[in-house]
């Protein structure tokens, strides 16, 4: 992978270069062995440790007899089934460990007197934006992200994904958007505003950074094939470009979050009540 040692390699595009996209005080960047040690910390605490589990995962599918699309990826699963209050303390409490990766990179941010979050623009200061964005975005990528994965699971290189194996309790609906939120907050965050943004301290190419970040989303994505591998690698590549334009992971976190919302609801609404749906 190319890249370009020159100090300032991506610093036009806010939250990716030294400083950019800072906010009160004075950025202070750390040295880049600081910087790089960092980056490799927080992925392995959070989807780089996904990408490995994903892997394994995988290895284990195609070498399993029987072909992909007849083995399944659970999504949402019933950590206590028959005890609804304990596995929904299991459920919240899953959410909630899996945005700790979030907070430290927050708080490296401040650390860094970049402004916190606000340096890759996750904030309050502009909803409308983000929502329209999001939503555009949003009804753009899930349909074909849809065809895309029926495509792949129909030529037998993807397992059958089931979003959702939650019991009918009354905090089934909220659990699954309160996921859906969280893998968008945790994904965007890290794999988009947060990544860029070191690796453009460290000297990459724009393109250098955009393969990375976009073969570190299919990776992670590969336990449900070879087809959730490709399509989450393009959204990845979408994603940093829009990024770049819009310089905020707002609206890449409203529309990641209302793709798995539809993705998870819709399932729990459909699955067994229409025939293209595949149930596992």
Excluded: C
């Amino acid at each position: 992978m190319e890249s370009d040692t020159s100090p300032g390699a991506g610093a036009d595009v806010p939250g990716e270069g030294s400083g950019a996209g800072a906010g009160p005080g004075t950025s202070q960047q750390p040295a880049r062995s600081v910087l790089r040690s960092e980056t490799l910390i927080v992925l392995a605490l959070s989807v780089g440790a996904s990408a490995a589990s994903s892997l394994i995962s995988f290895i284990g599918s195609v070498t399993k007899p029987g072909g992909l699309k007849h083995q399944a990826a659970t999504l949402n699963a019933s950590h206590a089934p028959g005890r609804p209050w304990l596995d929904l303390a299991w459920q919240l409490f899953g959410i909630a460990t899996a945005l700790v990766p979030v907070l430290l990179v927050g708080h490296l941010l401040l650390r860094e007197r970049a402004g916190g979050l606000r340096a890759i623009g996750f904030d309050r200061t502009r909803p409308g934006f983000d929502l329209s964005r999001g939503t555009g975005l949003a009804a753009a990528i899930g349909g074909s992200g849809l065809l895309l994965y029926l495509g792949a699971r129909a030529a037998g290189v993807n397992l059958t994904v089931v979003p959702e194996a939650l019991p009918d309790v009354w905090w089934k609906i909220p659990v699954l958007i309160a996921s859906a939120v969280q893998n968008a907050v945790l994904e965007e965050v890290i794999v988009v505003g947060y990544l860029l943004r070191r690796l453009g301290q460290l000297g990459w190419t724009p393109m250098a950074a955009l393969v990375a970040s976009s073969l570190l989303r299919g990776s992670y994505h590969l336990y449900q094939g070879i087809g959730g591998f490709l399509g989450n690698m393009v959204m990845g590549a979408i994603f940093v470009l829009l990024y770049r334009r819009w310089h905020r992971v707002g609206p890449l976190v409203a529309a990641h979050a209302l793709i798995d919302t539809v993705a998870f609801v819709g399932y729990a609404v459909l699955a067994g009540r229409v025939g293209w749906l595949p149930t596992g």
